[in-house]
């Protein structure tokens, strides 16, 4: 049972291309996130899933893009990168939401943009 | 909008030490509370879930209380152990939301 994993684990880009960072869990969760976590700064909600075809915004969108065709992937997609979005990104998931359900994380992926 | 704060950032203790990272948040409204930790260049790891209409939860030599009225989590380690050296982020959840605090690094020394 692998749980949450995220390729790549590390990427440079330079300004203005793009990418998209890969989610897969295997544990039939319904509850998909991504998270940002900038040194000092605590993690931040970038959007979230609660089912295939459902997403929703976070706390900082701007600059993402995200898809849930299937229970199991929710890929993040970076347009036109740019420095303000060097960071680690985690991806997470939960089995429905519910209040006595943990969070399970990903390994993340060290993103620079130069 | 939901405020997490997690004092101190960091803290360094002696083994076998007992101590208390705290945690507080501004809106009583959550689901649940949990206490994740954090290696360095690894992913969070949830150690204790408290749901909202529970005071404390236990694991192991780890105990986290919470007060939801006041707006604070406490998490008790006893007995530390160099082990026990990383970071540890409380995280409130709102139901399709979590907000996280910034951390307490721990460093437990032999």
């Known amino acids: 049972n692998a749980g949450v994993t995220q390729t790549p684990k590390f990427r440079i880009l330079k300004i203005g291309q793009s990418m998209t960072l890969q989610c897969a869990q295997d544990m039939n969760h319904n509850y998909m996130y991504w998270y940002r976590q900038d040194p000092g700064m605590g993690l931040k909600l970038i959007y979230y899933s609660v089912g295939a075809g459902i997403t929703d915004k976070g706390e900082v969108p701007n600059g993402y893009n995200v898809s849930r065709s299937t229970t199991e992937d929710f890929p993040l997609r970076l347009e036109l990168a740019a420095p303000s979005q060097t960071s680690v990104y985690f991806c997470?998931?939960?089995?429905?939401?519910?209040?006595?359900?943990?969070?399970?994380f990903g390994s993340g992926t060290q993103l620079s943009v130069l | 909008k939901q405020e997490v704060t997690q004092i101190p950032a960091a803290l360094s203790v002696p083994e076998g030490e007992n101590l208390v990272l705290n945690c507080s948040f501004t809106d009583s409204a959550i689901y649940n509370l949990q206490w994740f930790r954090q290696d360095p260049g690894k992913g969070l790891t949830s150690l204790l879930l408290?749901?909202?209409?529970?005071r404390e939860q236990t694991s192991g030599r780890l105990n986290a209380s919470l007060d939801k009225s006041s707006g604070r989590s406490t998490l008790y380690i006893a007995a530390s152990q160099p082990g026990d050296s990383a970071t540890y982020l409380c995280?409130?959840?709102?139901?399709?939301?979590?907000?996280f605090g910034t951390g307490t690094s721990l460093t437990v020394i032999p």
């Open positions: 997470a998931s939960s089995p429905s939401g519910g209040a006595n359900e943990k969070l399970f």
């Open positions: 408290i749901q909202s209409s529970q």
């Open positions: 995280a409130v959840s709102t139901g399709n939301q979590f907000y």
